[in-house]
């Protein structure tokens, strides 16, 4: 089972609306959903929230050590209390994902995310799970930083906050451990397809004109 849910992003107001913290809205929906309080905690280096569900303890986490030095936060805690790498869930921001979807997955390349390049290192393990929260990519390489340090248009924010909704529906089989069942419902939830337009009425003919 995933016993520390951890959220990537960077402290502070003038970072909270950017992209690079999708990661900590996800964790905000899930203190939400398990009503629990995160706190700062300086032993952690980061905002901190215990809870329990069903006998099991459950720790959330928002690093605040800022991105590039995210796993100094997540070694901590889980070294710690002895949390093993499989037993962690890190939600972070993916280019390579569009806005509005999720993908779920164990281990891998951290493909250039600061975040997990550190993570990586601190656990001296690519064995954690992930949560990718699709935010798109800005089509040049060049501009990857200023892309993910920008606030996405209200278009994407609001498929991004619908997604982080509907991941939240595998969050019982996350804390069971069932990641099979986990990883099906996350990629088989699809925002819902848009509605047609619905065809303009036909106007009716001016009075006096022929048919």
């Known amino acids: ?3 520390l849910f951890v959220g990537l ?18 964790i905000d929906a ?17 905002l901190v929230a215990r809870t329990s569900v069903k006998g099991q303890t459950v720790w959330l986490l928002e690093p ?22 499989n037993e962690i869930l890190v939600a972070h921001d993916e280019l390579d994902i569009v806005p ?27 064995d954690y799970w992930r949560l ?6 800005p089509g040049v390489k060049s501009e990857v930083v200023n892309w993910v340090l920008k606030k996405p248009s209200p278009e994407h924010r609001t498929a991004i906050e619908d997604c982080i909704t509907r991941s939240l529906k595998a969050l019982p089989e996350l804390l069971a451990g069932d ?7 996350i990629h088989t939830s699809k925002p819902p397809r848009p509605k047609p337009p619905r065809p303009a009425p036909t106007p009716a003919p001016a009075e006096g ?3």
């Open 1 to 3: 089972m995933i016993k």
């Open 100 to 126: 509005g979807q999720v993908k779920l997955k164990l281990g891998g390349s951290h493909a250039g995310h600061n975040g997990l390049r550190d993570i990586h290192a601190q656990l001296g393990t690519d």
């Open 30 to 46: 899930v203190a939400r959903e398990l009503k629990a309080n995160l706190v700062m905690d300086k032993s952690y280096h980061g």
């Open 209 to 211: 004109d022929s048919a």
């Open 132 to 137: 990718r929260i699709g935010v798109g990519h």
């Open 9 to 26: 992003g960077n402290p502070g107001p003038e970072y909270e609306a950017t992209r690079h913290n999708a990661g900590f809205w996800w």
């Open 64 to 85: 605040q050590t800022f991105m590039n030095v995210s796993g100094k936060s997540v070694a901590a805690l889980a070294r710690f209390f002895k949390i093993q790498p």
């Open 179 to 185: 990641m099979e069942k986990a990883t099906m419902l």
